[in-house]
């Protein structure tokens, strides 16, 4: 069982930038698949970009090119770093841990609680 607490969200501009930080307990970190979903108002929650263990990535089409995800296994944590925000990036961005590089938010066992970006026009 793992553990995920995601912190740097915040209140940013439109075309600004942020970096998510999710860290994750546990000795096994390097066993799971990391990702990154968000939910916006009165929206599903969505995938936003995924990272294997091996540092395979993958990415929603909404935000290739303007967001990087990596993880550092040494440091138990997996980043987000999110640039040139619209304000439709805007929702509760969640990090999540699972087996396998998937889209779907049921192929993922673990949640973290969440962290709020908010991003104004």
């Known amino acids: 069982q793992v553990q995920l607490v995601e912190s740097g969200g915040g209140l940013v501009q439109e075309g600004g930038s942020l970096r998510l930080s999710c860290a994750a307990s546990g000795r096994t970190f390097t066993r799971y698949v990391l990702g990154w979903f968000r939910q916006g108002p009165e929206k599903e929650r969505e995938f936003v970009a995924g990272i294997n263990q091996f540092s395979t990535t993958t990415y929603a089409d909404s935000v290739k090119g303007r967001f990087t995800i990596s993880r550092v296994n040494s440091l138990n944590t997996v980043y987000l770093q999110m640039n040139s925000l619209k304000p439709e990036d805007t929702a509760v961005y969640y990090c999540?841990?699972?087996?396998?590089?998937?889209?779907?938010?049921?192929?993922?066992?673990?949640w973290g609680q969440g962290t709020q970006v908010t991003v104004s026009s």
């Open positions: 999540a841990a699972g087996f396998a590089l998937r889209v779907g938010p049921t192929d993922y066992d673990y």
